[in-house]
């Protein structure tokens, strides 16, 4: 489309007079723009449009922030117990080696054989400190996930149901920005 086709708007709406058209009292300001006085002239609104969706957005960043701490948490659990039946695994792999190792010894097998075969099954045992210490932290951090989002729904979530129901005006974010 050319500069000489181009759509050319007649007239701006404000955001007051978009609502008053829409029959929609209810939708949120523009940014900059805060026109909380009613379409019918009466006293100001307790909560203005424009500041429902920041409650709105803040409640849902709430629970979002436990619901992902309580997935976090499920996550680490499962990893202990994953690696909790590796660690059973291996072990039973070692006691196997060491077993068939000793059994190569009896039937005259080089001792090189049976001594490589012994060394290995030394190395499984080893990694099962390792595992055994890993699942160990996995379940040490499901419980902090666990403690961090009870103490998040402690610490905030009185403010969160304040929000939600109460009838006043929210302070504007850029307010706390600087702060």
Known sequence: MSESEAIEPTSVQ???EVAAASGGPDLPAPAGEHNDAPADGGELAPVSS???VDVIADAMTFTLVIARLAV???AMRMLSQAVKGAYS???GCAKQVDHLADVAASLAVDDTVTSSHHDAAGV???S???A???SAEAAEMSTEFDNAARDHEADYGTVNEAMQSGPYDVAER???SNR
């Open 128 to 130: 099962l400190a390792l």
């Open 132 to 134: 055994d210490a890993l």
């Open 72 to 74: 976090a948490a499920v």
């Open 89 to 91: 695994y291996v072990e």
């Open 124 to 126: 499984m045992r080893e």
């Open 50 to 52: 424009g500041r429902i």
């Open 14 to 16: 404000t955001g007051a």
């Open 174 to 176: 850029e307010w706390y």
